[in-house]
Structures are given as structure tokens and as C-alpha cells.
Nanobody
């Protein structure tokens, strides 16, 4: 059974940091983080492909860093300089289909999703 298990969410004050982790039960071609807050559409935050290339949403560039563990089925998101507008439920996603240009922020290219972890940033 395919599983994605996230951890690391929590509450932090503006300017603080959090690190999210995700472990997949298989080695995917791509992995990414998405977020969604009430009343808003799901937003792609960051992604990493099998060749190591990464993509970031403009809103998090320079503050968030996506990386993989040595086993390549583990995904991290280091979030620094957090802002109240980063408050959302963050979801880990993984793709079992290879795309030459990666999965990027295209949600429909990911085949598996985690349950999400809540991140709350207070001002």
C-alpha cells in the first residue's frame, strides 16, 4: 500500500522556522509540497525531480528550501522567515510517472498524496 507520511508541522511566530518531513513507501520520480488554507485553492510550494532540479513558488523563493534524503524517498521542506500568510495545511505529494520536465507545480502529475500537516504562523 502506497503511503506518504508527513511530520514537522506546528505553530510558530512570524520570522520563525519549521522543517517538514515526508517519507514515501516507494522511490518516486518526483516529490513536492503543496499547501491549502480555508477558502483558497491548493498552491504548489516547491518540488524536486529525480535529476535533483527544483521549483519554487514565487511567494516562498529565498525562504523555503526543498531537499531529499539519501534514500530519495524522504522529502524535506525547510521553512525560514515564516509569515502569517504561510499558514496552511501542507501536503506532501509523490509521482510514480516519469515526465521529462518533471512534475513541478502540476498537481495532476502527482499520483500520491499525504494527509497533510498544519503550519500556523502568528504575527
Amino acid at each position: 500500500q502506497v503511503q506518504l507520511v508527513e511530520s514537522g508541522g506546528g505553530s510558530v511566530q512570524s520570522g520563525g522556522s519549521l522543517r517538514l518531513s515526508c517519507v514515501a513507501s516507494y522511490r518516486p520520480y518526483c516529490m513536492g509540497w503543496f499547501r491549502q488554507s480555508p477558502g483558497k485553492e491548493r498552491e504548489g510550494v516547491a518540488s524536486i525531480n529525480s535529476d535533483g532540479s527544483t521549483n519554487y513558488a514565487d511567494s516562498v523563493k529565498g525562504r523555503f528550501t526543498i531537499s531529499q534524503g539519501n534514500a530519495e524517498n524522504t522529502l524535506y521542506l525547510q521553512m525560514n522567515s515564516l509569515k502569517p500568510e504561510d499558514t496552511a495545511r501542507y501536503f506532501c505529494a509523490a509521482g510514480r510517472i516519469y515526465y521529462p520536465n518533471g512534475c513541478a507545480q502540476y498537481g495532476d502529475r502527482y499520483t500520491d498524496w499525504g494527509q497533510g500537516t498544519q503550519v500556523t504562523v502568528s504575527s
